[in-house]
């Protein structure tokens, strides 16, 4: 149930030796169309790795019927080398699929998408082969094999499938850290069956990344590398409303960053910080990601401990509009914050469980907004100061 | 060799029982003249705890000759109560004070800084009794004794003596956690014995901790309590030139604030970073602070990897000048990154030791600034998770 349950599309994952593990790292989605649809956002890091500035470069010519992605490297500041490295995957990948399939391809068909360590090269002589690999082992019901194949530091493919009239929405993901807005660390392939124009994909993908994908931040760190692609066959002859392929995809987007949430690096919560009484919905994101980044208000729910003064402490950084003395804060539904001081009883929260929501009232409006992070715990700092050594 | 080093100074430090511990928790400060010149800088939260309201608004006034300090309680987040319980305190300094020394003292006169936990009010019944056995035992060489009482989770206390011609400052402060810019998060009350105007003194104290405190970002959490008072006594009958003071002042802050980062929370790391051709101070500053507060960089310390990849994608996430690839980044001296991609062997790279200098060149002007941050540690995420249960 995965990029390939909607209709023409196939897909593999294989291992090419990129991970030291042996795990599988290599993975290939083609559509098989009719159509050609894509659409893509990225990371508004300005340090991009070489696929991300080669995709956005295929995006906007359009056309792209095939996606390669790998893990095991990110492929990023590794100056015009890596660049060119990624350019020959691309060829390489055309070349392939040109040769197996009897139809022409050309790598300005062919998105690539690397995930791993920042500032390696690839290993070119495994990862060509291995894209063989893949091409040849293309299949129907390959979609599994592709979301084990993108993992790094993941305990657990991600996937998703949401079933339109007729038509659907499939997905793939993967990240586990560097999770923060401007893309939540991570790359991402959403296919469908739809028949859709090039500006509704365009549109339903942006809508979708801008309350899902962009309000995760589990640790306040972007990354080079996050591409969120979607592609579409038109392979069900279906139309569907612009607003019910935008719900679709908005649905797939929510379930995946979910996912990532629950399988952030050494988190032991999934907290959704719910800012609500905001003057704008930028101002209730711009709170949000404040509380979401503090490594205070972390560590504290880390510890169980219904902090809200770390809380206070963290909206009052911001320029959104309220005022100190007429914010209410409740910790999983008890309110330890009314206007701006202590209220009921900080002992009646139960943080033991590992959903944590906390809402605070700006009062100054009727805009809102949801934020997600994780904890700050050992475990993070553990995995995180060992990663690349 | 602290705040009553400069003439015309007395303090003292008492146990009132604030802290469970019983330790020191009560200081207080007095200028006894001639002059009663005063400057302070406070935290650009806007979540302000009440003792920062009320000294912002006497030093308005001018004419400030006493800091009365506690530990133990931040009374931030408490409100209107929280704000009377600061202007009791001020009322009971002036008064303990008029009552022992014959001169009168008005409320106005008296400045109160509080730290410890936000959100819970403080114990008048401890607190003011406290306040007048430190009067009573003010003295001229209570400086040391003073220091040791603001202390919170500090694990020693921190004074400074810079000496001028004929006049000196000393100064004292307070600060192991929440230590980020618009204040590492602190009290500081620093003393001369010069003679000043007070626009003098008041930028004499901005252009110092402009370049030293305001440039500790330890853990990315600016505090609710952060206040920095420089008072003047005139006592040693010498004026310095704006320039003598200033350079002072700064060599005091600069200090006091190494202490902070060389006793901050759970820290194995302090950390220069030093960015260098940048298009302009602000830039470098913000270059500084992205890096400063990216938990990947600071776990991946506390690790001793010197993983380049990470500071990168940090740099990424500013609006500051630079070409991705023209970047040179040097880990204690190593130049690991050159124009953007990975240059001499990071193996080379010694991190066993406690100081790290990070060198960012971006290559984009001749504007520079150095930001001071520690690694993100074990024992942070510990003392920060079971520090208020």
Redesign the interface.
């Known amino acids: 149930m995965t990029v390939t349950t909607p209709r023409g599309f196939r897909a593999a994952g294989v291992a090419a030796g990129l991970k030291a593990s042996g795990a599988p790292d290599v993975a290939v989605v083609v559509n098989d169309g009719p159509d050609a649809g894509v659409a893509g956002v990225f990371t508004t890091?300005?340090?991009?790795a070489a696929p991300v500035l080669w995709t956005e470069q295929v995006l906007r010519a359009g056309g792209v019927r095939v996606v390669v992605l790998n893990s095991g490297g990110?492929n990023?500041?590794?100056?015009?080398?890596?660049f060119q490295d990624t350019h020959a995957t691309a060829e390489h990948t055309a070349a392939e699929l040109t040769s197996t399939s009897g139809r022409e391809f050309g790598a300005g068909e062919v998105a690539v998408c690397s995930t791993g360590?920042?500032?390696?090269?690839l290993p070119m002589d495994k990862l060509l082969p291995g894209v063989g690999a893949a091409i040849r082992g293309l299949a129907a019901d390959g979609g599994d094999a592709a979301a084990e194949a993108i993992m790094t530091t993941d305990t657990r493919p991600k996937t998703t499938v949401i079933s339109g009239a007729g038509w659907t929405v499939g997905g793939m993901a993967k990240g586990a850290?560097?999770l923060a807005p401007?893309m939540a660390t991570m790359l991402c392939v959403l296919t469908t069956d739809a028949v859709a124009e090039p500006e509704t994909l365009d549109a339903a993908l942006r809508a979708a990344t801008r309350v899902t994908f962009d309000r995760v931040d589990s640790?306040?760190?972007?990354?080079?590398n996050d591409t969120v692609l979607l592609l579409a066959s038109g392979a069900s002859g279906t139309t569907p409303s612009a607003a019910e392929l935008t719900a679709a995809v908005t649905a797939a987007c929510h379930d995946l960053a979910q996912q990532l949430l629950a399988d952030a690096e050494g988190a032991t919560k999934e907290v959704a910080i719910e800012v609500v009484g905001a003057a704008g919905e930028d101002d209730a994101v711009e709170v949000g990601r404040a509380v979401a980044?503090?490594?205070?208000v972390k560590?504290?729910l880390?510890?169980?401990?219904p902090?809200?003064?770390?809380i206070?402490?963290?909206?009052?950084?911001?320029a959104a509009a309220?005022d100190?003395?007429a914010i209410d804060v409740a910790v999983n539904g008890i309110w330890v914050?009314r206007?701006?001081?202590?209220a009921e009883d900080r002992s009646k929260v139960d943080l033991t469980g590992r959903d944590v929501t906390i809402r605070i009232d700006l009062h100054a409006g009727a805009a809102e907004a949801t934020v997600w992070t994780n904890d700050?715990?050992?475990a993070?700092?553990?995995e995180?100061?060992?990663?690349?050594?």
Do not use: Q
């Open positions: 890091n300005r340090v991009k990110a990023a500041c590794t100056g015009p080398a890596g360590l920042i500032g390696e090269r850290g560097m401007g640790d306040g760190c972007m990354s080079t980044r503090n490594n205070l560590t504290a880390f510890g169980n401990d902090n809200w003064g770390r206070l402490a963290a909206v009052g950084t911001t309220f100190p003395d914050c206007s701006g001081a202590a700050l715990s050992h993070y700092v553990h995180n100061s060992a990663y690349s050594t």
